[in-house]
Nanobody
Framework: QVQLVESGGGLVQSGGSLRLSCAASGTFFSINAMGWYRQAPGKQRELVAFIPNSGSTQYADSVKGRFTISRDNAKNTVNLQMNSLKPEDTAVYYC???????????????WGQGTQVTVSS
């Protein structure tokens, strides 16, 4: 079974920085993409940043220039460096991975349990 575990959330002041990390573990053939989503109270979950094995990365317009996503394929991890944080960035951040568990099978999306990020004014 695939597991995604996030870490690095916390409480910071406006303008501060945090680095989120997510590690995938379990039995799988390949991880084809990893990314971060977030969900604020009363809001739908939204894409923050996404990085495939090839092609361009994706960022939400609200975080462009402030957040940077990166992957370490050898360690099956994805990171999100968050700079110049704003109160509106406050949310639970979820790791997402597109994983093929066996060769010749379809890709499926997996989610971590989330990590809280709170930015004070």
């Amino acid at each position: 079974q695939v597991q995604l575990v996030e870490s690095g959330g916390g409480l910071v002041q406006s303008g501060g920085s945090l680095r989120l990390s997510c590690a995938a573990s379990g039995t799988f053939f390949s991880i084809n993409a990893m990314g971060w989503y977030r969900q604020a109270p009363g809001k739908q979950r939204e894409l923050v940043a996404f990085i495939p094995n090839s092609g361009s990365t994706q960022y939400a317009d609200s975080v462009k220039g402030r957040f940077t996503i990166s992957r370490d394929n050898a360690k099956n991890t994805v990171n999100l460096q968050m700079n110049s944080l704003k109160p509106e960035d406050t949310a639970v951040y979820y790791c997402n991975a597109i994983i093929r568990t066996l060769p010749w099978t379809t890709e499926l999306g997996y989610w971590g349990q989330g990590t809280q990020v709170t930015v004070s004014s």
